[in-house]
């Protein structure tokens, strides 16, 4: 069974940038996948942000974008704010009506 | 304003069978969308469970596929998580999402409901 993998914690400073990568187990992410990106704090239901690669979902703030780098999808955040500090996840569609979620990222802002 | 709202017992005895409605306000379920269900056990990430839409099918998860279903009650815009013979592993947070068929993503969230399995 495909898995989708991603980073399972990433630390970064306030104001830095930082990328979150979803990949597969075997094969290359690509647009064909329809990457999709969530953000989840405790408690609290996912929050969608990214959605087939690059579209931000209503709300989202200019400083979350999704783009393919090489084989993996990717969701960049330009200038970290406290309150990122969350958990992340993305969706991938691997074909016939199948969807998978990476394992999440666990994003500490120090 | 659209939104989910989702329902059910707490509790489940260990065999038993997991029963979610999740009630759709302000859209109707037979307008083209997918409408699905994703869990959360403790201390681990999201699982897509299934979606289904009213003219297109149903689709499942191969590690939910023998032991689910996911029905639309379409008269009262709500739908139905069955997920059967159930264990400690199934014990989760339940969410509903509105899934979109062209961009394959899940745009709407309901709060969660946390289910667990236990004597």
């Known amino acids: 069974q495909t898995v989708v993998t991603q980073e399972p914690s990433l630390s970064v400073s306030p104001g830095e940038t930082i990328t979150l990568t979803c990949g597969l187990s075997s094969g290359s992410v690509s647009a064909n996948c329809f990457p999709s990106w969530y953000q989840q704090s405790p408690g609290q239901p996912p929050r969608t942000l990214i959605s087939t690669t690059n579209s931000r979902s209503s709300g989202v703030p200019d400083r979350f974008s999704g783009s393919i780098l090489g084989n993996k999808a990717a969701l960049t955040i330009t200038g970290v704010q406290a309150d990122d500090e969350s958990d992340y996840y993305c969706?991938?569609?691997?074909?016939?009506?199948?969807?998978?979620f990476g394992g999440g990222t666990k994003l500490t802002v120090l | 304003q659209v939104q989910l709202q989702e329902s059910g017992p707490g509790l489940v005895k260990p065999l038993g069978t997991v029963s979610l409605t999740c009630a759709v306000s302000?859209?109707?379920?037979?307008?083209?969308?997918?409408w699905g269900w994703i869990r959360k056990p403790p201390g681990k990430g999201l699982e897509w469970i299934g979606s289904?839409?009213?003219?297109?099918?149903?689709y499942y998860s191969p590690s939910f596929q023998r032991r689910v279903a996911i029905v639309l009650d379409t008269p009262w815009d709500r739908f139905s998580l069955t997920l059967t013979s159930a264990t400690a592993a199934d014990t989760a947070t339940y969410f509903c999402a509105r899934h979109r068929s062209g961009s394959k993503h899940f745009d709407l969230w309901g709060q969660g409901i946390l289910v667990a399995v236990s004597s």
């Open positions: 969706l991938l569609y691997l074909g016939r009506g199948s969807w998978v």
């Open positions: 289904s839409s009213h003219s297109g099918g149903a």
């Open positions: 302000g859209f109707s379920i037979s307008s083209g969308f997918y």
